[in-house]
């Protein structure tokens, strides 16, 4: 069989290793498939490119686009999934195993490109409220943060060649900051196939990403400030890749999701015959045979009441007997080999050292089935699980981490115990609990909640949709403290937080607003001669005020808005029920003064503004009675731009309003944060 050379991709160009490297096999019939070698290339060089010409490129871009550029790759890619299922079959992953690494992988894209909703339409983010630094607001504060000038180096996992690539860089990409991937040499064949589609799609701006797939031993000899690596793998080498002296000299944000020894617990609510004991089996099982056991989050550590000990292993040991174990593509196997014979070896080694402490009840390592393939000649590992009676004394379990289809049942006798155990794990990703009880839920989540960094709570409740414990999703952090790492990826907009710099800057409410692009209260107001609700999107300027005529409250006003509403709550109605009350005498409504505002300074006829989109903040500051003269000072806040959804959609924005009610004093009696959509003047 032709091995075939991997290419690396780097300073714009596919480049081949100067000699043959590394030799990778397939899984299943331990076959030579393909070499990968990065010798020849200049990380250096490749470093200057992406902050010289990617990163530049990115950040001409604002949120809006790059989030529009993620979701275009996004579908370019799912158009090509049933490649990508083919390549990854060599990895001895199953289409499920595929899916979650592929689809999963996919849709982070498809995740991150609908986050670009919470972002502006520019090339910064303003995040927080303002801070008032002066008496008479002249003088104020705010952060902004813009995208770090330098490269985001994701050194990678060989268990998710695709999902560990696409969940990164969705992140740096929507933040503007370019990217080198690294992944783990054994299963890089996979991510360059994925890499080579993305080139080939040119969605991407020249040197927004590069690509690595032999061995990177040097790069972080040419990180600088600006940059951000990532490194997802063993807790060992990520802590001497942590400890690297241009990380320490250079202050480099360094994030490490290392692999962690995580826990299941059983409730002690939680009987044979009940629904939930049949849902901690299934997810138990899932998780050992999910990608062999090849999953950071796959739980190690299976913690349940002492008195269901054998019901829980006899159960997982029937559920785990009909797990069909073999080639992938034959459509019985439900669990396929390991990446490779290197992590065969590694897991049956610490399988030897946890037996050292701990007794095997289910599986053996040599007497085992394989269909459709020599399990001699694959990396093929059958599930092993072991029972430890006395997880306190003996806690190898809380230290060996066996990297494969490998995990531990243990005991203990009150909700604090289980707690111990999950915390004597010293750091984890993921920690699920399956139970019917809520109180029994509280009190395990609040008292393992500071080891873990996420916790997954299992119950018939949520089962149906529950995407399950290992499945970390893209709105989460991922990450966890302790031997996990202490790092967080994903998570939101935590995570595209993570690559740009927050920078407070102090001046005048005009100044900030001219820097910012929001505006601040205080700041100077521009009065249009024409009708604010008269201009199209484009037309609108941040700071066009519009100053509305005024109306004088009547008892009559608030009657006849408490007949319309049915709201005839005793203060606006009952001006004999005021005592004790903070109230002089009949108040209006505050959504009546909402409503009356929105009287006041809309324009009726129609024009370019669509509809009222809705509110984003609104606070009744102070009582108005009637006799009180209000009137209403409707600034442009903020502006965002909206993509057509279809050849027929309209072209528009989103345009947030600063619509101060005041008095006849001058004092803001309302003050909120309306939005509505507007047409923009041009429609091509």
Request: aromatic content about 8%.
């Amino acid at each position: 069989m032709e091995i075939t050379q991997l290419k690396n991709y780097a300073e714009g160009k596919w480049v081949r290793g100067a000699n043959e490297g590394e030799t990778l096999y397939n899984a299943i019939t331990g076959n030579a498939i393909y070499n990968a070698s990065s010798e020849g290339l200049d990380f250096g060089a490749m470093m200057h490119y992406a902050r010289k010409i990617g990163g530049p490129a990115l950040r001409k871009l604002t949120f809006q686009e790059r989030g529009r550029m993620l979701k275009a790759l996004a579908l370019y890619l799912m158009e090509r999934k049933e490649y990508f299922y083919e390549v990854s079959a060599n990895t001895g992953a199953t289409r499920s195993d595929s899916w979650v690494d592929i689809e999963g992988g996919i849709g982070n894209l498809f995740a991150y490109a609908s986050l670009r909703r919470q972002f502006p339409d520019e090339r910064f983010y303003v995040d927080g409220d303002t801070a008032k630094l002066s008496k008479n607001n002249t003088f104020n504060g705010l952060h902004i943060m813009v995208p770090r000038e330098g490269v985001a180096v994701h050194i990678n996992a060989f268990n998710f060649p695709v999902w560990g690539m696409l969940e990164k860089i969705a992140v740096n990409l929507l933040a503007g900051v370019p990217a080198i991937v690294k992944p783990a040499t054994l299963t890089s064949y996979l991510t360059e196939a994925v890499f080579e589609e993305i080139i080939k799609s040119n969605i991407l701006p020249q040197g927004a990403l590069q690509l690595i797939c032999g061995s990177a031993r040097g790069i972080l000899d040419t990180i600088e400030t600006q940059d951000v690596v990532t490194f997802t793998g063993s807790a060992s080498t990520g802590r001497s890749l942590k400890a690297h002296p241009r990380i320490l000299s250079e202050s480099v944000p360094f994030n490490l999701e290392a692999d962690s020894l995580n826990c299941c617990i059983l409730g002690n609510d939680v009987y044979p015959g009940m629904p939930e004991f049949d849902l901690f089996i299934k997810e138990v099982t899932r998780e050992i045979t999910t990608k062999a056991g090849q999953k950071c989050t796959a739980i190690r550590r299976i913690i349940v009441p002492a008195n269901r000990v054998e019901d829980v292993q006899i159960a997982l040991g029937k559920r785990l007997h009909t797990t069909t174990i073999g080639d992938p593509s034959i459509k019985e196997v439900r669990m396929g080999p390991l990446a490779g014979l290197a992590q065969r070896n590694e897991v049956k080694e610490k399988v030897q050292q946890l037996a050292q402490s701990q007794q095997i009840v289910i599986g053996n390592l040599e007497h085992f089935d394989v269909l459709g393939a020599d399990k001699n000649k694959g990396a093929f590992l059958p599930p092993i699980i072991f029972l430890n009676n006395h997880p306190f004394t003996n806690t190898d379990c809380h230290n060996i981490e066996a990297f494969g289809p490998v995990s531990t049942i243990m005991p203990y006798n009150n909700i604090d115990e289980a707690i111990e155990l999950a915390k004597m794990g010293r750091g984890s990703l993921v920690g699920s609990v399956v139970t019917g009880n809520n109180d029994i839920a509280k009190e395990l989540v609040l008292g393992t909640a500071c080891m873990h960094g996420r916790i997954l709570i299992l119950n018939m409740d949520c089962a149906k949709e529950s995407t399950g414990h290992g499945s970390p999703m893209p709105l989460l952090v991922h990450g966890g403290p302790g031997r996990a790492g202490g790092g967080e990826e994903m998570g939101g907009k935590r995570g595209v937080l993570h690559y740009l710099q927050r920078t407070a800057i102090q001046g005048s409410p005009t100044t900030l607003t001219h820097i910012a692009n929001v505006y601040q209260q205080g700041a100077k107001q521009h009065e249009p001669e024409a009708h604010l609700f008269r201009k199209y999107f484009e037309e609108l300027t941040v700071g066009d005020t519009l100053i509305t005529a005024k109306h004088t409250v009547t008892e009559a006003d608030i009657t006849n808005f408490a007949n319309v509403s049915g709201d005839n709550f005793y203060a606006h109605m009952d001006a004999t029920s005021l005592e004790g009350t903070i109230f002089e005498k009949r108040v209006a409504h505050g959504y009546f003064i909402l409503s009356k505002a929105a009287g006041l300074f809309v324009d009726a006829k129609k024009g370019p503004v669509l509809l009222n989109y809705g509110i984003d903040e609104a606070r009744f500051t102070k009582p108005v009675y009637p006799g009180m003269t209000i009137g209403v000072k409707l600034t442009v806040k903020e502006k965002t731009a909206q993509e057509k959804r279809s050849e027929d959609d309209i072209v528009k924005g989103i345009v947030k309003w600063l619509v101060d009610v005041y008095d006849e004093t001058g004092e803001t009696v309302a003050i909120a944060t309306i939005l509505t959509m507007v047409k923009m003047k041009k429609q091509d």
